[in-house]
Each structure stands twice: as structure tokens, then as C-alpha cells.
């Protein structure tokens, strides 16, 4: 990824997170990212520091790897107990709160999530498994969700879809 694109991906995320802390974590995880996505060797040299950086400072209270797939825009309120797999894929302008559990079914077929577009995921929400959550889900606090949820539905205890309200 180009130096340019992964600074307009940056500018959305700042815009929508307010804290410096989430600003450094943004800027971190985006140009580490990209080093990881890289097929040179030079590209995996490069990620070596953005590891170290992820593992001492905010993978010390979360979990997310380098390698995840984040689009750009995101907001991420509270960046404490937020634990992403690897091979998870998040849509672009997607809130995240924390104590957030995005992960891989590894008794059925090591396959993570993919999240659509404005996708609201409330606290200590857990999402599991190969499944697809479609664009414009909230996915209500404490939610176990572990079937994919069609486009503009709300989601509440386990697997629980209803419509969501205008108002």
C-alpha cells in the first residue's frame, strides 16, 4: 500500500477518534499493516518494530494483531480488552467498544468474521465463527453472535435478530 493511501485511511480514522492515544494506535497499526501485507522482505524486516511497538503499549490490554483486516474510518471509543483474530475482516466507519471479541470457531473450521459497513458492535459483544455481518447491524452490549446477520438488523443476546428501530 502507498504512503498516500495508508495516510488517507489515517485521516479518517483520526477524524472519527478523538484521543491521542487512539490517534498513535491508529498511525501504528496502519503503517504496520501495511509492512505485513508487504511481499518483500524488506516489507517484513520493516513490520519487526511496528510488533514490538503493538506488544508493549496497546496489545498489552488487547489483542489485535497486525495482520487483521481493518477498513478505514474506524472509532474505537475505549481501546481496552478489544480481541480481534487475525484473520477477521472489518468494513469501513465501524465503532468498536471495548472488551470486544471478534475471533475464529476453531472447533468447526478456524474462520473468522467479516464485518460490513457501519457496523455498531456494543460492549463486551462476542462474534464467532464464519459468518457475515451485513452493512448497518448494531450488534448490541454483551451479544453473542454466532450466525451472520442480514443488512440494517439489530442484534441482542445469543444469535437474537430484530428489526431495528427509527427512533
Given at each position: ?11 479518517k480514522d483520526l477524524d472519527r477518534n478523538k484521543d491521542i492515544k487512539n490517534h498513535l494506535f491508529f498511525c ?140
Amino acid at each position: 500500500m502507498r504512503t498516500k493511501d495508508i495516510k488517507l485511511i489515517i485521516d479518517k480514522d483520526l477524524d472519527r477518534n478523538k484521543d491521542i492515544k487512539n490517534h498513535l494506535f491508529f498511525c501504528i497499526f496502519r503503517f504496520g499493516n501495511s509492512f505485513i501485507n508487504g511481499n518483500t522482505i524488506f516489507d517484513r524486516i520493516c513490520s519487526i518494530p511496528f510488533r514490538i511497538i503493538m506488544k508493549l503499549t496497546y496489545n498489552k490490554y488487547n489483542h489485535i494483531p497486525l495482520e487483521t483486516n481493518i477498513g478505514g474510518g474506524e472509532r474505537i471509543p475505549h481501546l481496552l480488552g478489544i480481541v480481534l483474530s487475525g484473520k477477521a475482516s472489518i468494513g469501513e466507519q465501524c465503532t468498536i467498544m471495548h472488551q470486544v471479541t471478534i475471533g475464529v470457531d476453531e472447533l468447526k473450521n478456524n474462520k473468522a468474521p467479516v464485518i460490513g459497513n457501519n457496523v455498531f458492535i456494543g460492549a463486551g459483544a462476542k462474534i464467532i465463527g464464519n459468518i457475515t455481518v451485513g452493512n448497518n447491524v448494531v450488534i448490541g452490549a454483551g451479544a453473542i453472535v454466532t450466525k451472520s446477520v442480514p443488512n440494517g438488523k439489530t442484534v441482542v443476546g445469543i444469535n437474537r435478530i430484530i428489526e431495528q428501530s427509527n427512533g
